[in-house]
């Protein structure tokens, strides 16, 4: 039974039918675009058939009036067939769109900065100006059938004003929707949610959220932008994306899933892979802890997760790691217990009795802190066929058997064998 | 459009006129080695601890004292520095841990305990009664030793509202100094955050700590959420190190207060690329290129749009600049760069480039960054300078190739 947080859930609409947030991803194009990193158009095609077997609504393929790859390699994604929508990036110049159009793609992305200080300082113009290209683009496109997105540029630090008459103009032009582009991620969800909110109010055109990381928010601020009335969204695989990354398609999907209540039918357990692909394409690991995706999700080294995760995943799990192509593993190190050991043996066929696991789990500690990590499969094998007739030996000699050994072996390590609670 | 309960007035930070008073709780050295496979040695912790206190976080969470004995060790040594930060222990609702953090000379303690109904059943294998006779049985031992003391609430955002205002309040009769808040599962989003520490301060006249965790990417929108609402202190750890995913990093925190709620909580902040950096090697966990404030990358431009504002000024697409997180800018030539940026770099190298030189160079080392599948070193940018020279020479009526992204 979800709780309403007074009405702060994302809410299905009224009549019933389903919610639709459609995910744009464009880790070909805004991913690409991160300094250093160059995909081959082999892998460009590779990317685009699994984002499609993910079942995104569309992936932007990238920028065709670079030329040269980039152009034959959107033309060869076009070319696919794949379910999903194909969008070519452009900025708001003809020329541009034209080398679109020549891919074969159904879609145009057209980019034009609305912030004063990018008319300013970087595109030396006027507003003026910035609403006649726009609008010029946006018309040239349409007269060639295509889907348009207008992206707003620097959205975020655009005067209102002035981006609810860019989002008209781009509206009556004829563009399906506007991208809200916080290109340096500065907005938190609050502001996010109000800016959001305005545009639809006001302007009445389809919103995409596009959101940096700059302060470690594009999730929740591409979240906000969804509460906000926002139905589109543009993430990147494992976040890749200028300086600190984009929204991550696996946080975004598995957020709306999982935080917000609402399954939008993607094939999640195909996360990992892409993620893997991606990683290997753009030559940026994943990181161990990295949400959803990491390898270090579902590890486990604390006794008190280890032993409750053996009996109640629900304990310390939202969703189980099968969801996203992971899978569950435990770690053997300082903060783990018996419970942990015990289990890790016995993937390997070794029984030991609760008096010896008592004895030899504290020489695991020490083990660990003095390798200053946790203890590899192989290490605790060797480690057990060396220290476990002394463990034997040191059983025999005292003269407290069975139990009462154990008990004071807990009792020596502290509550980490009899507690439980670690808080996270 | 559905009509929607939320209205601005309702996000209205409780701290437009009081500003600073948001205090930092790290727990890089309890959370943070807690994480699967980080061990730190005890010289670790105390240059982690001297350097967290250097630049002026008012509390570190120093350890779990009850541990083992090279736990209490360490926490001692920290306890005994005399730093100006205050040094919490980590206790769960145990008098036997009160004891063995009153002996390590802590400043104070944290007293845990799960509230959610599924770890109490599940976990604890007690009832809710067991759970507030035990933490009140904690409580005493604490005040007892003289230590003020923390109560948090593991899994508190699957805990039922009602019980967690009944701990809360318990808390607060118990002496506690403040509530602390643990989206232990990373279940909230910014919305929910806010409502429930705002529902919380309602309840309780003490303050309220927000700990959050990144499971799927928002532990610091969490926890700025859970400030705005009007929670005072928060916990975060460097690098974002912590359980699974992480808790809500230091440095995010800090400047996001700093640039998004303009709330300088007057943190040396240039030196967060140092300790993230140590903490980076002390836990054997890399700081990735693109982390959020201070990754390598987060000040590099190569696309031609960008690198062109930001030759022509930097706050086209910087929001601070790279000093003050102890960072450098870079402009990387690659796929993506335009003219403009071939032009900057070879001035840096002492050449000046006329356009359509640039232009012809752009292509040469786009070709390059597209065939090595990286973006190119300044090494390689002379040796294509070399190249073009030679071309030039051999045709002075070299073809010009496409117009830049620009």
């Not at chain 1, 892979?273 to 990181?287: F, G, K, N, Q, T």
């Not at chain 2, 040695?41 to 004995?69: F, M, T, Y």
């Not at chain 2, 400030?227 to 974002?240: E, L, P, W």
């Not at chain 2, 070399?386 to 830049?404: G, I, M, N, W, Y």
């Amino acid at each position: 039974m979800r709780e309403d947080f007074g009405g702060y859930l994302l809410q299905r609409p009224s009549d019933g039918t389903p919610l639709h947030v459609h995910i744009d991803d464009t880790t070909l194009r805004d991913g690409e675009q991160t300094a250093g990193v160059v995909f081959a158009n082999e892998e460009k095609l590779h990317i685009a058939k699994l984002l499609d077997q993910v079942g995104v609504y569309q992936i932007e393929a990238g920028i065709p009036v670079m030329g040269g790859d980039e152009k034959i390699a959107v033309a060869q994604i076009a070319a696919l067939d794949l379910n999903c929508s194909i969008l070519a990036w452009n900025r708001a110049v003809v020329s541009d769109v034209q080398a679109s159009l020549d891919c074969g793609v159904d879609a145009v992305a057209i980019s034009m900065s609305s912030s004063d200080i990018h008319i300013e300082h970087k595109l030396r113009q006027s507003r003026e100006w910035v609403l006649e290209s726009v609008k010029r683009a946006v018309t040239f496109a349409k007269d060639h059938n295509v889907y348009v997105s207008v992206n707003a540029e620097d959205a975020s630090r655009s005067d209102m004003e002035f981006l609810l008459s860019f989002a008209r103009t781009a509206r009556d032009a004829g563009a399906d929707r506007l991208r809200f582009c916080d290109t340096l991620g500065i907005l938190d969800p609050f502001n996010t949610f109000m800016k959001i909110k305005t545009v639809i109010d006001v302007v009445g055109i389809d919103v995409e959220m596009h959101t940096h990381n700059d302060f470690g928010m594009a999730t929740a601020n591409a979240i906000a932008g969804i509460k906000a009335g926002a139905r589109f969204v543009n993430t990147t695989v494992n976040g890749l994306g200028e300086r600190a990354g984009n929204a991550a398609l696996e946080e975004v999907v598995m957020a709306i899933k999982y935080i917000e209540g609402i399954d939008l039918g993607l094939n999640t357990g195909k996360f990992r892979e892409l993620s893997e692909y991606v990683a290997i394409a753009s030559d940026r690991p994943i990181p161990a802890w990295k949400p959803i995706v990491g390898a270090n999700l579902f590890a486990y080294e604390c006794e008190n997760r280890s032993s409750v995760c053996l009996f109640d995943p629900g304990s310390y799990e939202v969703f189980p790691p099968e969801a996203v192509g992971l899978q569950r593993r435990f770690i053997l190190g300082k903060y783990s217990g018996v419970g942990t050991l015990r289990l890790k043996l016995a993937e390997h066929g070794i029984a030991i009795t609760d008096d010896e696991a008592a004895l030899f789990i504290v020489r695991i500690r020490s083990k660990s802190v003095s390798l200053k990590r946790a203890l590899f499969d192989e290490e605790l094998l060797d480690y057990h066929r060396a220290e476990i007739g002394a463990v034997r030996e040191e059983l025999r000699e005292t003269e407290f058997g069975g139990r009462d050994l154990l008990e004071d072996a807990a009792a020596d390590v502290g509550a980490v064998l009899s507690e439980v609670g670690d808080e996270s | 459009m559905r009509a929607s309960p939320l209205r601005p007035g309702r996000f209205e930070s409780r701290f437009t006129a009081a500003r600073n008073e948001v205090f930092l709780v790290d727990n890089t050295l309890r959370d943070g080695e807690q994480t699967a496979g980080v061990v730190f040695a005890n010289q670790e912790k105390v240059r982690i601890a001297k350097l967290l206190s250097d630049i002026g976080v008012h509390e570190l969470e120093a350890g779990s004292p009850w541990l083992c004995a090279e736990e209490r060790q360490a926490i001692s040594e920290i306890s005994s520095l005399g730093l100006s930060s205050r040094i919490l222990a980590f206790c769960h609702a145990d008098t036997e841990h009160i004891r063995m953090a009153a002996d390590c000379g802590v400043d104070g303690v944290i007293i845990s305990m799960s509230t959610s109904d599924r770890h109490i059943q599940k976990k604890y294998g007690r009832d809710r009664t067991w759970l507030l006779e035990t933490v009140g049985e904690a409580a005493t031992a604490a005040r007892d030793a003289g230590l003020p003391f923390v109560i948090s609430a593991e899994d508190a955002s699957r805990t039922s509202l009602d019980f967690l205002l009944a701990f809360a309040v318990a808390a607060e009769k118990l002496g506690a100094e403040r509530f602390r808040f643990c989206d232990s599962l990373s279940l909230f989003d910014p919305f929910m955050s806010f409502q429930r520490v705002q529902t919380l301060l309602e309840a309780i006249s003490i303050d309220v700590e927000v700990h959050c965790h990144n499971d799927f990417g928002m532990a610091t929108a969490n926890s700025l959420a859970g400030i705005r609402a009007g929670a005072r202190y928060v916990t975060v750890s460097v690098n974002g190190l912590g359980e699974r995913t992480g808790n809500a990093a230091l440095e995010e925190v800090v400047m996001a207060l700093k640039y998004l709620d303009g709330n300088d909580l007057g943190i040396t902040t240039g030196q967060f690329r140092e300790i993230s950096e140590y903490v980076a090697r002390a836990s054997s966990r890399a700081i990735p290129i693109w982390k959020a404030i201070v990754g390598t990358n987060v000040f590099a431009h190569e696309s031609g749009i960008h690198a062109d504002g930001v030759i022509k000024n930097p706050l086209t697409y910087e929001v601070f600049s790279p000093d003050e997180v102890g960072l450098a800018r870079q402009l990387v030539v690659g796929k993506h760069s335009g003219s403009r940026t071939i032009q900057y770099k070879f001035k840096e190298f002492g050449i000046d480039l006329t356009d359509v030189e640039a232009n012809d160079i752009l292509a040469m080392t786009r070709t390059m960054s597209v065939d090595l599948k990286r973006a190119l070193f300044e090494k390689e940018l002379m040796y294509i300078y070399q190249d073009f020279l030679r071309l030039k020479a051999e045709r002075p009526d070299q073809v010009d190739d496409t117009d830049d992204d620009e």
